[in-house]
């Protein structure tokens, strides 16, 4: 399904470059700072933070969040936190790390949440958007690339928790989905 490779929309070059190039905007915007606290949304973001990170030049350290946003529809903007940080991020510098801003509520909601935590600075990084598909407009500080409205997987996202592993990004064909997404 997947690994038809006339459905690959990032290359596993394309990613890693990119990848480089956020971590050297990251590094130098962070140069002055003391440590950096990267928070990955799981699970779709491991991959891609634990690139991100690898590929840092400063000091950082990682905790997660999970949530789930979906339920029955797609856009019904409801989140649920399922995880939450085992770090106060009171004071410190913080980087929400996430695979994918799809309608923006996740992100709206997270940003909301972790400003009353009273972070030091609070910014957003994310490998991928699906700027057709924003209901609400966040601020994505460091954005890897826009893509079409379509069902993606690889590069730690999934279709039915499978795919994750894949190295590239790749569109599932709609005859593939099943049900709605």
């Given at each position: 399904?997947?690994?038809?490779?006339?459905?690959?929309?990032?290359?596993?070059?394309?990613?890693?470059?990119?990848?480089?190039?956020?971590?050297?905007?990251?590094?130098?915007?962070?140069?002055?700072?003391?440590?950096?606290?990267?928070?990955g949304i799981l699970?779709?973001?491991?991959?891609?933070?634990?690139?991100?990170?690898?590929a840092l030049s400063?000091?950082?350290?990682?905790?997660?969040?999970?949530?789930?946003?979906?339920?029955?529809?797609?856009?019904?903007?409801?989140?649920?936190?399922?995880?939450?940080?085992?770090?106060?991020?009171?004071?410190?510098?913080?980087?929400?790390?996430?695979?994918?801003?799809?309608?923006?509520?996740?992100?709206?909601?997270?940003?909301?949440?972790?400003?009353?935590?009273?972070?030091?600075?609070?910014?957003?990084?994310?490998?991928?958007?699906?700027?057709?598909?924003?209901?609400?407009?966040?601020?994505?500080?460091?954005?890897?690339?826009?893509?079409?409205?379509?069902?993606?997987?690889?590069?730690?996202?999934?279709?039915?928790?499978?795919?994750?592993?894949?190295?590239?990004?790749?569109?599932?064909?709609?005859?593939?989905?099943?049900?709605?997404?």
């Amino acid at each position: 399904m997947a690994t038809d490779h006339s459905d690959i929309l990032l290359s596993e070059e394309t990613i890693r470059t990119r990848v480089g190039e956020l971590a050297r905007k990251i590094s130098l915007d962070y140069a002055d700072v003391n440590e950096l606290l990267m928070v990955g949304i799981l699970r779709g973001c491991y991959i891609f933070l634990a690139d991100l990170s690898r590929a840092l030049s400063i000091p950082r350290c990682i905790d997660f969040m999970a949530l789930s946003s979906y339920g029955n529809s797609t856009t019904s903007g409801a989140v649920r936190l399922i995880m939450d940080l085992r770090i106060d991020i009171a004071h410190r510098h913080v980087l929400i790390v996430e695979d994918i801003v799809d309608t923006g509520h996740t992100l709206d909601y997270l940003l909301r949440l972790l400003r009353a935590r009273n972070p030091a600075s609070l910014k957003t990084c994310s490998l991928l958007r699906k700027a057709g598909s924003m209901q609400i407009d966040v601020p994505i500080d460091y954005l890897g690339f826009d893509i079409p409205d379509v069902w993606i997987v690889g590069y730690g996202l999934d279709y039915g928790n499978k795919y994750r592993a894949l190295p590239y990004i790749a569109q599932i064909p709609n005859d593939c989905l099943i049900g709605s997404r």
